[in-house]
């Protein structure tokens, strides 16, 4: 069973960064389409960046400039670099797998607070 662990969220200052990690067991991060989505209270789940195995990474209109998404193929590894964060960046962050042949995988999800 596939299984996505994030990593690294936190409490930051508004203007700060985090970089939130996600590590994947059972699959490859390399050839498959891997993302970013988050959740704030009261809100849908909205796509922060996708990246598919090859192509071009999208990023959400709010994050564009800010953020970076990137993977390890080495570590299994996918990052978000997110900069110049903002009150309206609190949210929970989900990583996001999306193989070709199979159902897609979430992570648990990981506490992101921008706040003075």
């Known amino acids: 069973q596939v299984q996505l662990v994030e990593s690294g969220g936190g409490l930051v200052q508004p203007g700060g960064s985090l970089r939130l990690s996600c590590a994947a067991s059972?699959?490859?991060?390399?050839?498959?389409?891997m993302g970013w989505f988050r959740q704030a209270p009261g809100k849908q789940r909205d796509l922060v960046a996708i990246?598919?195995?090859?192509?071009?990474?999208r990023y959400g209109d709010s994050v564009k400039g800010r953020f970076t998404i990137s993977r390890d193929n080495t570590k299994n590894m996918v990052y978000l670099q997110m900069n110049s964060l903002k009150p309206e960046d609190t949210a929970v962050y989900y990583c996001y797998l999306n193989p070709s042949d199979g159902p897609a995988s979430w992570g648990q999800g990981t506490q992101v607070t921008v706040s003075s």
């Open positions: 059972r699959i490859s991060v390399s050839t498959n389409t």
């Open positions: 990246m598919p195995g090859s192509g071009t990474t």
